[in-house]
């Protein structure tokens, strides 16, 4: 037998091969199955073994969810705020971490946070509609950058808070709120507000968190706000006297915000013809331009106008009436802030008119109450109109209109008739 066989022989240990770390690595995962303590533990055992590992990225994002899974807040800060140290463009990774240093509330931890939401904050300021991708619109990539701006600037200024420093909070909330309004921002400014004993500064920007505040998703948040705002008022004016017209003015006020923040579709639009409006609830573009010569007849609604779900049958059965005249177009155009809660409306109402988004139309109409119908003649003005429902004289009404808009001008020849 040749010496080496003979040492084999006398060793059969040093003759089996070592396992790889990747191999161990899965091991690790493979012995703890479902269990996440267990995980967690292997994968902790593996990483003192082997510190310089190329899956410590990887290794230390299972090790921030198991933790999470087990609720070990703490311990997935730590991986969180390593696997930032290692990649600092991982802006997700970023914020979650600074969450959880959030939730630890340890002086040390908060500053951390804070340096952290300043990065990406400067990571957020630096992109460039050349990083969007083609799918995104450069309208929408704009809009996205000004909420990140904004959730972060929220973010921070909560941090400094925490941290008293009031200075550098308010400064952030007051940037937040200008850079996107924001019932956060606005609670926290009349916070501060009320702790400078600034009672008139407190009341305004509480009544703007109220406002701006979402009521289906914010129901207990609302509330607390207005308990704040009911609070500070009676300091200043000794009774809850007044409030309910207060509130309603800045939610007024809130309101035209809101609506002149957004992009003004069709803004350059001379006539009815000119718009491109947006088929509901999907979204695809449906133009007036075929509409330039013809009677267009809207029905202006919103979901919440109860009146609108009355009017609906009774313009759909004018509508019917008209529908084989190739020179009429009856539309349902929807004027919600909210375009979120349509589809499900008119899921459940199934309306049987045509239904588009306003974009725009209902301003240039200068349509301001629901519902609000109107007949638009060949030439592009304005018929018929018809503010608010009266369901025992719509109908023919309507279809008197719509008849009348049809008539050719009085002494001119219907089309085919021979000269005289």
């Given at each position: 037998?040749?010496?080496s066989?003979?040492?084999?022989?006398?060793?059969?240990?040093?003759?089996?091969k070592?396992?790889?770390?990747?191999e161990?690595?899965?091991?690790?995962?493979?012995?703890?199955?479902?269990?996440?303590?267990?995980?967690?533990?292997?994968?902790?055992?593996?990483?003192?073994?082997?510190?310089?590992?190329?899956?410590?990225?990887?290794?230390?994002?299972?090790?921030?969810?198991?933790?999470?899974?087990?609720?070990?807040?703490?311990?997935?800060?730590?991986?969180?705020?390593r696997?930032?140290?290692?990649?600092?463009?991982?802006?997700?990774?970023?914020?979650?971490?600074?969450?959880?240093?959030?939730?630890?509330?340890?002086?040390?931890?908060?500053?951390?946070?804070?340096?952290?939401?300043?990065?990406?904050?400067?990571?957020?300021?630096?992109?460039?509609?050349?990083d969007?991708?083609?799918?995104?619109?450069?309208?929408?990539?704009?809009?996205?950058?000004?909420?990140?701006?904004?959730?972060?600037?929220?973010?921070?200024?909560?941090?400094?808070?925490?941290?008293?420093?009031?200075?550098?909070?308010?400064?952030?909330?007051?940037?937040?709120?200008?850079?996107?309004?924001?019932?956060?921002?606005?609670?926290q400014?009349?916070?501060?507000?009320?702790?400078?004993?600034?009672?008139?500064?407190?009341?305004?920007?509480?009544?703007?968190?109220?406002?701006?505040?979402?009521?289906?998703?914010?129901?207990?948040?609302?509330?607390?706000?207005?308990q704040?705002?009911?609070?500070?008022?009676?300091?200043?004016?000794?009774?809850?006297?007044?409030?309910?017209?207060?509130?309603?003015?800045?939610?007024?006020?809130?309101?035209?915000?809101?609506?002149?923040?957004?992009?003004?579709?069709?803004?350059?639009?001379?006539?009815?013809?000119?718009?491109?409006?947006?088929?509901?609830?999907?979204?695809?573009?449906?133009?007036?331009?075929?509409?330039?010569?013809?009677?267009?007849?809207?029905?202006?609604?919103?979901?919440?106008?109860?009146?609108?779900?009355?009017?609906?049958?009774?313009?759909?059965?004018?509508?019917?009436?008209?529908?084989?005249?190739?020179?009429?177009?009856?539309?349902?155009?929807?004027?919600?802030?909210?375009?979120?809660?349509?589809?499900?409306?008119?899921?459940?109402?199934?309306?049987?008119?045509?239904?588009?988004?306003?974009?725009?139309?209902?301003?240039?109409?200068?349509?301001?109450?629901?519902?609000?119908?109107?007949?638009?003649?060949?030439?592009?003005?304005?018929?018929?109109?018809?503010?608010?429902?009266?369901p025992?004289?719509?109908?023919?009404?309507?279809?008197?209109?719509?008849?009348?808009a049809?008539?050719?001008?009085?002494?001119?020849?219907?089309?085919?008739?021979?000269?005289?």
């Open positions: 037998m040749p010496p066989s003979k040492v084999a022989a006398s060793n059969p240990a040093s003759s089996a070592q396992p790889s770390p990747e161990e690595l899965q091991q690790a995962i493979s012995k703890a199955g479902n269990d996440r303590a267990a995980l967690v533990r292997n994968l902790e055992v593996f990483l003192k073994e082997y510190p310089d590992s190329r899956q410590r990225p990887q290794i230390y994002r299972a090790l921030v969810e198991a933790s999470l899974q087990l609720r070990d807040n703490a311990r997935a800060a730590g991986y969180g705020e696997i930032v140290a290692l990649s600092p463009d991982d802006i997700s990774m970023t914020i979650l971490t600074i969450q959880l240093l959030e939730q630890d509330g340890d002086e040390a931890a908060l500053r951390r946070a804070a340096n952290y939401a300043t990065h990406v904050l400067e990571f957020v300021e630096r992109s460039s509609p050349g969007k991708s083609p799918r995104v619109s450069q309208e929408e990539w704009a809009t996205e950058k000004k909420r990140d701006r904004m959730s972060v600037l929220t973010l921070r200024g909560r941090l400094e808070l925490k941290l008293k420093d009031t200075v550098a909070a308010q400064k952030d909330f007051v940037a937040s709120y200008e850079i996107l309004p924001s019932a956060a921002a606005a609670e400014l009349g916070e501060i507000a009320e702790m400078k004993k600034d009672l008139n500064g407190a009341i305004q920007q509480y009544a703007r968190a109220f406002a701006w505040a979402d009521a289906t998703n914010e129901t207990a948040g609302r509330r607390a706000i207005r704040k705002l009911g609070n500070v008022w009676r300091l200043a004016h000794g009774s809850d006297d007044g409030l309910g017209e207060y509130l309603l003015r800045i939610y007024d006020e809130v309101s035209q915000t809101s609506i002149a923040a957004k992009p003004r579709k069709n803004a350059d639009a001379r006539e009815p013809a000119d718009f491109t409006l947006r088929k509901a609830p999907e979204g695809t573009a449906f133009s007036l331009k075929d509409t330039k010569g013809k009677v267009l007849v809207v029905n202006f609604w919103a979901t919440w106008c109860g009146p609108c779900h009355a009017l609906e049958p009774l313009f759909a059965r004018v509508a019917a009436d008209f529908q084989a005249n190739p020179d009429t177009l009856f539309l349902a155009a929807n004027c919600d802030e909210d375009e979120s809660l349509v589809a499900p409306y008119l899921e459940a109402d199934k309306p049987r008119t045509p239904v588009v988004f306003a974009d725009g139309l209902d301003r240039f109409f200068t349509v301001n109450s629901f519902p609000t119908v109107m007949v638009v003649d060949r030439a592009g003005k304005i018929a018929y109109r018809s503010n608010g429902f009266e025992d004289v719509f109908e023919p009404n309507l279809a008197a209109a719509v008849r009348r049809l008539a050719p001008p009085s002494g001119s020849l219907p089309s085919g008739s021979p000269a005289p």
